[in-house]
């Protein structure tokens, strides 16, 4: 007799994933969530609103990308649940939204519910982190499409901002100092460059000791993305923010971008920092040129913000009590000056 089960889809074991995951999940909770998980939806209450004179609410959505192949490769699921929620939440507080809730979408091929707990539980951690609830969810289990040992994750959140406290390009004028954010490692970017230069090209394997690195390549490659989450919205709170760019998939000129006007230019100065080996070892084992690093990679700047002038200092030194590593990397000028309008260069 066939069954769904026969067909490789256990409802038993997805029951019991859920059962493992709870824990998890109250852990990442916040005063305005309505009820538990196991419903067909969350719910939120959003009567804080009306504390707002005009509430905009932000949205995002993401995944990780090819990440999953190194936690899946390393048998270790419950540090990639960061790399979903900074990938999420810190494109919301690049606005100057606060991040209220989201929820995760699992599928893979076969539910292992220790494995999805322990996906999960990386997911919840993170929230709790960022102030963020984890309102619900949906594991997938698609066997033919996903391998067993497969899966991918994606999700998506919602945030909030008052209208006359929203960052972006229109505040952003010459002058303004460039403050850049150190990232943890490779973040979430670039993975499929990654990969191919160190899987492929060099040959290397995950258990492999990188001296470089102190640690193994599998080590390296898994670190979590930092969450700037809480540090930025206290820094919107602290100095004159102007705008702020999360650096993904693109690089850190092309990020930063997307939130200038076409009425000034960025000169970043490159010298202020070192990247991780990382970023170079990437470079040298594939032959990669430096153009190609720095639109794939985050070269070690995970976010940006924009300040006035005269709140550069003060900005470094709230970051850094907030335990960022922070520098003033660059400045903005008036279009032309430091190249085309709305541009950054990098020297």
């Known amino acids: 007799m066939t069954s769904y089960a026969s067909a490789g889809v256990s409802i038993a074991e997805g029951d019991r994933a859920v059962e493992l995951m709870k824990e998890w999940v109250a852990k990442a909770s916040r005063p305005e969530v309505v009820g538990g998980i196991g419903g067909f939806a969350g719910l939120f209450d959003a009567s804080a609103l009306k504390n707002y004179a005009r509430p905009l609410l932000a949205t995002s959505a993401d995944g990780v990308g090819t990440k999953v192949q190194i936690a899946q490769r390393m048998d270790k699921h419950d540090t990639i649940g960061f790399d979903l929620v900074g990938m999420l939440v810190d494109d919301l507080v690049v606005c100057g939204a606060e991040p209220l809730f989201m929820t995760d979408y699992i599928a893979c091929g076969k539910v292992v519910p220790e494995r999805i707990a322990d996906i999960v539980k990386g997911i919840a951690m993170a929230c709790a982190e960022s102030g963020t609830a984890l309102l619900g969810g949906e594991t997938a ?6 391998g067993v040992d497969e899966y991918d994750i994606a999700g998506s959140t919602t945030g909030v901002v008052e209208a006359d406290k929203v960052l972006g390009a229109d505040l952003v004028k010459p002058g303004d100092a460039i403050i850049a954010m150190a990232s943890s490692g490779l973040h979430s970017n670039g993975y499929s460059l990654v990969r191919k230069v160190f899987f492929d090209i060099a040959g290397w394997e995950l258990d492999r000791d990188v001296p470089e690195f102190g640690r193994t390549l599998g080590e390296e490659l898994l670190t979590p993305t930092r ?20 650096i993904t998939g693109g690089g850190l000129a092309a990020n930063l971008e997307r939130v200038l006007p076409d009425s000034v230019s960025v000169r970043i100065d490159q010298s202020t920092w070192t990247p991780a080996p990382v970023f170079s070892l990437v470079g040298e084992l594939g032959g990669v040129s430096a153009e190609d690093l720095g639109q794939a990679l985050n070269m070690g700047v995970g976010m940006v913000a ?14 850094r009590e907030l335990s960022v590593d922070a520098w003033i990397a660059g400045e903005a000028a008036a279009a032309g000056v430091h190249g085309a309008p709305g541009s950054v260069t990098l020297v």
């Not at 969450?227 to 999360?246: F, G, I, N, Q």
């Not at 924009?306 to 970051?319: N, S």
């Open 141 to 146: 289990e698609h066997p033919g499409l996903l």
């Open 227 to 246: 969450l700037y989450t809480k540090p930025c919205l206290d820094l919107a709170d602290r100095v004159e923010v102007h705008a702020m760019s999360h």
């Open 306 to 319: 924009v300040v006035a002038a005269d709140a550069a200092d003060e900005a470094v030194r709230v970051l």
